[in-house]
T-cell receptor
């Protein structure tokens, strides 16, 4: 079974600064995907960024980027130029890929990020 | 835009009642999921479905059942609600293959008294 660990229950960052959220996972699978989801207060969960395990290049989406270390089973999220709207709960998630199709996500327990003005 | 809707944002029920939570998606997604979200525990999978009338148990299926009679609709049923089922319930959907992003509904906060 796969497990996802987010070791930082809460973090805070000053507006315009950079913050890194940690995520490690445990799996024996070789073909999988990793995701970061964001859940703003009282709002819907949305996808921030995703990474295919077979790709060595780290994914980036505007101010969001990941540091994917496959051998270390680490998948951290870096948020640059933090904005007040980045305040949210962030979840790291793992999905095993099979030829039969996609499987459910396995989520970490989340990191609550507060961006301070 | 993909839309996943849930029948209620807030629900209050009494212990022992039968509770139905409805989820509808408009993107012709094959997969649909029900998660439960509790503080400090993250999201835990209750049930999921790969196709109409197909269902698979997740990590915490006890006390719950599901129904998927149409592709766009996935219902979660609490047969006899208990206070330990007070929680936030999130529905999600995705395509069955490819690098499939899950799209989430707004959630239903259920309180069982």
């Amino acid at each position: 079974a796969q497990t996802v660990t987010q070791s930082q229950p809460e973090m805070s960052v000053q507006e315009a600064e950079t913050v890194t959220l940690s995520c490690t996972y445990d799996t024996s699978e070789s073909n999988y995907y990793l995701f970061w989801y964001k859940q703003p207060p009282s709002r819907q969960m949305i996808l921030v960024i995703r990474q295919e395990a077979y790709k060595q290049q780290n994914a980036t989406e505007n101010r969001f980027s990941v540091n994917f270390q496959k051998a270390a089973k680490s998948f951290s999220l870096k948020i640059s130029d933090s904005q007040l709207g980045d305040t949210a709960m962030y979840f790291c998630a793992f999905m095993k890929h099979t030829w039969a199709g996609n499987t459910p996500l396995v989520f970490g327990k989340g990191t609550r990020l507060s961006v301070i003005a | 835009d993909v839309k996943v809707t849930q029948s209620s944002r807030y629900l209050v029920k009494r212990t022992g009642e039968k509770v139905f939570l409805e989820c509808v998606q408009d993107m012709d997604h094959e997969n649909m999921f029900w998660y439960r979200q509790d503080p400090g525990l993250g999201l835990r999978l209750i049930y999921f479905s790969y196709d109409v009338k197909m269902k698979e148990k997740g990590d915490i299926p006890e006390g719950y059942s599901v129904s998927r009679e149409k592709k766009e609709r996935f219902s979660l049923i609490l047969e006899s609600a208990s206070t330990n089922q007070t929680s936030m319930y999130l529905c999600a959907s995705s395509f069955g293959t490819g690098l499939a992003e899950q799209y989430f509904g707004p959630g239903t906060r259920l309180t069982v008294t």
